[in-house]
T-cell receptor, first 113, second 118 residues
Framework: ETGVTQSPTHLIKTRGQQVTLRCSSQSGHNTVSWYQQALGQGPQFIFQYYREEENGRGNFPPRFSGLQFPNYSSELNVNALELDDSALYLC????????????FGPGTRLTVT | AQKITQTQPGMFVQEKEAVTLDCTYDTSDQSYGLFWYKQPSSGEMIFLIYQGSYDEQNATEGRYSLNFQKARKSANLVISASQLGDSAMYFCAMREAISQGGSEKLVFGKGTKLTVNP
């Protein structure tokens, strides 16, 4: 158990809809990163938040957006869902921007039909 | 940009035997770090082992060891005495800077599915 939780576990949405995924970081962790893992692929970096501000972003369109709250929990929002957005979405929390003490949550599996 | 290549889509090993999972990487950085993660069917990425480019010795963590060959740009994971619970996806990853402030992300390979047979 890493202490990182994600909700919901599974989600089915229709193309064009909007979705919000949630991540609760391990206690005291002020940095959260989000990754998208398509079927049969490795995770790809979406963005990172550090102390409530976006700290870096991968090659994802603006319809992928995020928030980090004062308690360091986090949301990933995706607007105008496309079929290719179907994937496992992983969040990872860490105490700083370093990676050696980073812990992943179990992921949210999103299916877009 | 960093690149990770895992050429083995799937590997099979008998219980109690050792297995090597291959990983090659490409980077122009002098200082870098390599990670291996295990992903069971539950989805969570579990950190296994880390190797820094300047570490003089190959990393070891229990039954996991990393065969780091810097000149060949390879960082193969060796699992000794395989157990049925080792059946999972295994990902090699490299750290990459995402800003000048020191923040980093992971760049992953496509993974290798390991099946341990009884």
């Amino acid at each position: 158990e890493t202490g990182v939780t994600q909700s919901p576990t599974h989600l089915i949405k229709t193309r064009g809809q909007q979705v919000t995924l949630r991540c609760s970081s391990q206690s005291g962790h002020n940095t959260v990163s989000w990754y998208q893992q398509a079927l049969g692929q490795g995770p790809q970096f979406i963005f990172q938040y550090y102390r409530e501000e976006e700290n870096g972003r991968g090659n994802f369109p603006p319809r992928f957006s995020g928030l980090q709250f004062p308690n360091y929990s986090s949301e990933l929002n995706v607007n105008a869902l496309e079929l290719d957005d179907s994937a496992l979405y992983l969040c990872a929390s860490s105490l700083s921007e370093g990676l050696l003490e980073q812990y992943f949550g179990p992921g949210t599996r999103l299916t877009v039909t | 940009a960093q690149k990770i290549t895992q050429t083995q889509p799937g590997m099979f090993v008998q219980e109690k035997e050792a297995v090597t999972l291959d990983c090659t990487y490409d980077t122009s950085d002098q200082s870098y770090g390599l990670f291996w993660y295990k992903q069971p069917s539950s989805g969570e990425m579990i950190f296994l082992i880390y190797q820094g480019s300047y570490d003089e010795q190959n990393a070891t963590e229990g039954r996991y060891s990393l065969n780091f060959q810097k000149a060949r740009k390879s960082a193969n994971l060796v699992i000794s005495a395989s157990q049925l619970g080792d059946s999972a996806m295994y990902f090699c990853a490299m750290r990459e800077a995402i800003s000048q402030g020191g923040s980093e992300k992971l760049v992953f390979g496509k993974g290798t599915k390991l099946t341990v047979n009884p």
